[in-house]
């Protein structure tokens, strides 16, 4: 069983969780009708990005037994046979999109983008230069429209260019701990081609440029008439100073490459994820109490 939990990569479901931000800040949270909605939602997600893990895991895996951590994953080191990992992808990606269709054609059609998304990714976006972070954050906007699509909410704009500033930001900082991480080894053995047209100071840069995009499109959002008008708040900005320490903890965390990716970085930083739970309650509070 543990070969199977590494490989689905159970703690990268946390990605996921961008489904929920539009149930949060839409007031629905406490609705049962949509919090079953957008958790199923959420599962579907987990379930075809497992699927997606599988299938690049197969198609690198000689690549994956030259990497330094990767030649640690089940696949890579032969504790799972290739033809069981086919079967286990394809069984994800049908059983996703099928039961896709029981919420609405339009989820089935936005899950189906996803793995179009994926799949583009992985025979060629990856091999180029930005396109290759543009298509990593385009997954995570694809969890935040399915997010609102689903429980029939119009998604604000601000929340939409928020999320979309903060996937580069999360991008860019998976592209410098592999860089960090691999050093020039990707270059020598082809591991991850793209690597070799970033350097640390212009993944530097791209983080800096996006945490302040971040930054600012979520003052924007919080900030926002129809936020104020939707909550009849506009105490939101109060939770500004949680979300600039998590941002720069990120960036600066992702900068000791320390670790296999950002999920594996900070989900071991305690700082970081304490920040990040003050963060959720006082939205919470703010938005279903006050």
């Not at 296999?260 to 990040?276: E, Q, R, Y």
Request: glycine share 4%; aromatic share 14%; proline share 3%.
């Amino acid at each position: 069983i543990k070969p199977w939990l590494v490989e689905l990569r159970i703690l990268h479901w946390v990605k996921n969780v961008f489904v929920f931000a539009p149930l949060v800040f839409s007031g629905q949270l406490f609705r049962a009708d949509s919090f079953i909605k957008s958790s199923v939602l959420f599962m579907l997600f987990c379930m075809l990005s497992s699927s997606v893990y599988l299938f690049n895991d197969i198609i690198d895996l000689k690549k994956d037994q030259e990497h330094p951590q990767k030649k640690m994953r089940p696949i890579a080191m032969g504790l799972i046979p290739i033809s069981s990992a086919w079967m286990a992808s394809l069984i994800l990606a049908g059983s996703g999109l099928f039961m896709s269709l029981l919420l609405h054609l339009n989820i089935f059609a936005i899950l189906l983008c996803y793995i179009a998304n994926n799949l583009l990714y992985s025979f060629f976006l990856r091999n180029v230069t930005i396109a290759d972070v543009i298509s990593i954050s385009v997954g995570f906007m694809l969890r935040l429209i399915g997010g609102a699509f689903v429980i029939n909410v119009e998604l604000s704009r601000w929340l939409l260019m928020c999320g979309f500033a903060l996937s580069l930001f999360l991008a860019f900082g998976k592209r410098r701990v592999e860089l960090e991480s691999t050093g020039h080894s990707c270059q020598n053995t082809g591991y991850r081609n793209v690597l070799s047209y970033y350097n640390k100071d212009n993944l530097n840069n791209a983080l800096s440029i996006t945490n302040a995009l971040s930054i600012c499109t979520y003052l924007l959002f919080v900030t926002d008439p129809s936020t104020i008008i939707l909550h009849h708040t506009n105490e939101l900005i109060y939770t500004a100073p949680l979300v600039v320490y998590c941002l720069f903890r990120y960036m600066f965390k992702v900068q000791e490459g320390k670790g296999t990716g950002p999920v594996d970085i900070l989900i071991k930083d305690s700082a970081f994820l304490s920040a990040l739970f003050l963060w959720l309650m006082l939205v919470l509070f703010i938005i279903y109490i006050t």
